[in-house]
C-alpha cells in the first residue's frame, strides 16, 4: 500500500473522525497521549513548527497557543478543510498544506521543529518520512513524536479484564510480525452504542514493525535520540476518566523526540 492509497483511506476516515473527536470521544488523546507529550515537549515559543499528519488540526492549535508558528500538513483533503475551517473561526496562524509526508512540500532547513501526534505508524516507508524530516529541520532542530506501543501494536491483542471491569493484563502475540498496510477497523470505544452504530468504522492501514527497528531507524537517518517516554496515567487522571485505566497496566503509547546535530 503507499502514500496515496494510504491518503483516500484516511479522507474517508476524516469527516466521522473530525466529528467524534470533536464531541468528545478520542479520550486517550485528550485525557492521557496529548498532556504527557506536550509536557515533554521543549518551549516552542516563537519557534516555527511543523505537525506531521495534522488531522483536523486540534493539536496543531494546541501548539499555535504555546507560541508556536505553525504549519499543518496531512495527505487527507477532507481533515485540511476541517482544520482550515477551524482556523478561519479562531485564527492562530497556522497555515495548513496537503501533501505526503514523503515528499514534504518544504525548503531544507525550513523548520525549527518538526511534530508528529499518533500518524508516524499509519504511513508507508517511515524510513523516507525520517529522510525528509532530517531534511527540513534547520541543525540542532528537534522531532518529537508518538505512536502507539510496539509492545500493542501487533496482530494479536486481548484486554483481559476481572469481574470489576478493571483491566489486569494484557494478552499480545506477533510482536516479530511486521504489517504493511493490513487495515484494521475500529472506531473511538468512549462513543455511546448510539453513536458508534450510526457512523461508519474508520479504516486504519498498519505498518509495524519492532521497537529496536523505530529506534534503529532514527540513529540510521542521522538523529540523536535524546528522549523517551511510555505516558502512563495517574489515579487522578482515572479518576477524571475511568475508561483509560488499562493504560495503567500496558503502555498504550511510545513517546520519542530526536534532534538533528548542529
Same mark, same amino acid.
Given at each position: %500500500?503507499?502514500?496515496? &492509497? +494510504?491518503? /483516500?483511506?484516511?479522507? #474517508?476516515?476524516?469527516? *466521522?473522525?473530525?466529528?467524534?473527536?470533536?464531541?468528545?470521544?478520542?479520550?486517550?488523546?485528550?485525557?492521557?497521549?496529548?498532556?504527557?507529550?506536550?509536557?515533554?515537549?521543549?518551549?516552542?515559543?516563537?519557534?516555527?513548527?511543523?505537525?506531521?499528519?495534522?488531522?483536523?488540526?486540534?493539536?496543531?492549535?494546541?501548539?499555535?497557543?504555546?507560541?508556536?508558528?505553525?504549519?499543518?500538513?496531512?495527505?487527507?483533503?477532507?481533515?485540511?478543510?476541517?482544520?482550515?475551517?477551524?482556523?478561519?473561526?479562531?485564527?492562530?496562524?497556522?497555515?495548513?498544506?496537503?501533501?505526503?509526508?514523503?515528499?514534504?512540500?518544504?525548503?531544507?532547513?525550513?523548520?525549527?521543529?518538526?511534530?508528529?501526534?499518533?500518524?508516524? %505508524?499509519?504511513?508507508? &516507508? +517511515?524510513? /523516507?518520512?525520517?529522510? #525528509?524530516?532530517?531534511? *527540513?529541520?534547520?541543525?540542532?532542530?528537534?522531532?518529537?513524536?508518538?505512536?502507539?506501543?510496539?509492545?500493542?501494536?501487533?496482530?494479536?491483542?486481548?484486554?483481559?479484564?476481572?469481574?470489576?471491569?478493571?483491566?489486569?493484563?494484557?494478552?499480545?502475540?506477533?510482536?516479530?510480525?511486521?504489517?504493511?498496510?493490513?487495515?484494521?477497523?475500529?472506531?473511538?470505544?468512549?462513543?455511546?452504542?448510539?453513536?458508534?452504530?450510526?457512523?461508519?468504522?474508520?479504516?486504519?492501514?498498519?505498518?509495524?514493525?519492532?521497537?529496536?527497528?523505530?529506534?534503529?531507524?532514527?540513529?540510521?537517518?542521522?538523529?540523536?535520540?535524546?528522549?523517551?517516554?511510555?505516558?502512563?496515567?495517574?489515579?487522578?487522571?482515572?479518576?477524571?476518566?475511568?475508561?483509560?485505566?488499562?493504560?495503567?497496566?500496558?503502555?498504550?503509547?511510545?513517546? *520519542?523526540?530526536?534532534?538533528?546535530?548542529?
Amino acid at each position: %500500500m503507499n502514500d496515496r &492509497e +494510504v491518503g /483516500r483511506c484516511w479522507d #474517508e476516515n476524516a469527516e *466521522v473522525w473530525t466529528r467524534l473527536s470533536r464531541a468528545g470521544y478520542d479520550i486517550y488523546r485528550d485525557f492521557l497521549n496529548t498532556p504527557a507529550f506536550l509536557a515533554m515537549l521543549p518551549d516552542v515559543q516563537g519557534l516555527r513548527g511543523l505537525d506531521l499528519g495534522c488531522g483536523e488540526g486540534h493539536n496543531t492549535r494546541l501548539l499555535a497557543k504555546l507560541g508556536a508558528r505553525m504549519t499543518g500538513l496531512d495527505i487527507a483533503p477532507t481533515f485540511i478543510r476541517h482544520a482550515r475551517e477551524a482556523e478561519e473561526l479562531d485564527p492562530l496562524g497556522i497555515t495548513y498544506v496537503e501533501g505526503s509526508a514523503l515528499t514534504l512540500p518544504f525548503a531544507q532547513g525550513s523548520f525549527d521543529f518538526v511534530v508528529a501526534f499518533m500518524s508516524l %505508524m499509519d504511513m508507508p &516507508e +517511515v524510513e /523516507r518520512v525520517v529522510a #525528509e524530516v532530517h531534511r *527540513v529541520l534547520v541543525p540542532a532542530g528537534f522531532f518529537q513524536f508518538s505512536i502507539t506501543h510496539p509492545f500493542l501494536d501487533v496482530p494479536h491483542r486481548r484486554n483481559l479484564r476481572g469481574q470489576d471491569g478493571r483491566t489486569y493484563a494484557y494478552e499480545v502475540g506477533g510482536y516479530f510480525q511486521e504489517l504493511r498496510g493490513n487495515v484494521e477497523e475500529w472506531t473511538f470505544s468512549a462513543a455511546p452504542p448510539e453513536v458508534r452504530g450510526a457512523v461508519r468504522k474508520f479504516k486504519v492501514p498498519r505498518f509495524t514493525r519492532p521497537l529496536s527497528k523505530w529506534i534503529n531507524l532514527l540513529i540510521e537517518g542521522g538523529f540523536i535520540v535524546e528522549r523517551l517516554s511510555e505516558p502512563c496515567p495517574r489515579e487522578e487522571d482515572v479518576g477524571a476518566c475511568p475508561h483509560i485505566q488499562d493504560a495503567q497496566v500496558v503502555p498504550y503509547f511510545f513517546h *520519542v523526540r530526536v534532534r538533528k546535530p548542529a
